[in-house]
């Protein structure tokens, strides 16, 4: 029998920023604050018609810029809360090179599985994701967070209780949202909808 909207189980909505310079040139950008570029911020405003249905009990978004403008155009920013464990991961020494270029040195270099010099670690990343996922799977309601692709990707292995290198799997573009949310109970979490991008 189908729930009614009273007794379903809250979500949590991930949501990745617009697309930047960077990242449409593959480069890592982890906590360098570059905007989003106009493609972006389109693509941004796009999202609000998909999220314009829901309602949030709360709303997160990572320190920097790219996801508080996407919050913003989504819609959400006056009731955004920022939430310093959403922001992307620290590429360290690795921040701005693209992977063709890292593994030109490192052949076998994996991020979720060694991650980078000078910067965090997975089981760092992991232990963020985790500190955020205690705060949102406790709100009564559905929560929508906005951030970064490689953070999304360890919260969705988390959210799972897999290991940070299995975030390898979960691609997530720009400008794309995911579900994550439980089955018949809050012991039995799954992903309910992954990188849809749709308008």
Known sequence: MASSDDDRAPRLFLVRHGDTEWADAGRHTGLTDVPLSAGGEARARALAGR???ETFARV???PLARARRTCELCGCAGRAEVNADLVEWD???YEGRTSGQIRHERPDWELFRDGAPGGESPDLVAARADRF????RWVEGDVVA???GHFIRVLAARWLALP???ATFFYTATASVGILGYEH???DRVILLWNDTRP
């Open 60 to 62: 997160f978004t990572s």
């Open 133 to 136: 996922l205690d705060v949102a």
């Open 164 to 166: 940070p290198s299995d």
């Open 146 to 148: 906005f951030s970064s």
């Open 51 to 53: 999220l314009a249905g």
């Open 185 to 187: 109970g809050r012991a």
């Open 91 to 93: 590429y360290g020494s």
